[in-house]
Nanobody, 118 residues
């Protein structure tokens, strides 16, 4: 099992940058790591994924602006967010997942608030 703690959120002006961090309590070597976000009144949406082999995938809305990365030695995952827009305002969640037998193990952090002012 892993426990996840996000940090790095805050208030930033449009066009600015933030780097979110996700600290895991144990090894993330075998986990795919995912950043999600949820804006007020909206469903949670996938933002970016990085597999255990470091392949990445992004939502169309953040391609070219956000970068997900991982440091397995430190059990850390990052989300570098550039050229932020007001519509990026949301609570951002870190998620870890891996297959176990015929099912999946998944863990969530508590979230970190990102607010982008216009």
């Amino acid at each position: 099992q892993v426990q996840l703690v996000e940090s790095g959120g805050g208030l930033v002006q449009a066009g600015g940058s933030l780097r979110l961090s996700c600290a895991a309590s144990g090894s993330i070597f075998s986990f795919a790591m995912v950043w999600y976000r949820q804006a007020p009144g909206k469903e949670r949406e996938l933002v970016a994924t990085i597999t255990s082999g470091s392949r990445t995938n992004y939502a169309d809305s953040v391609k070219g602006r956000f970068t997900i990365s991982r440091d397995n030695a430190k059990n850390m995952v990052y989300l570098q967010m550039n050229s932020l827009k007001p519509e990026d305002t949301a609570v951002y969640y870190c998620n870890a997942r891996r297959e176990i037998g015929s099912g999946w193990y998944t863990a969530w952090g508590q979230g970190t608030q990102v607010t982008v002012s216009s």
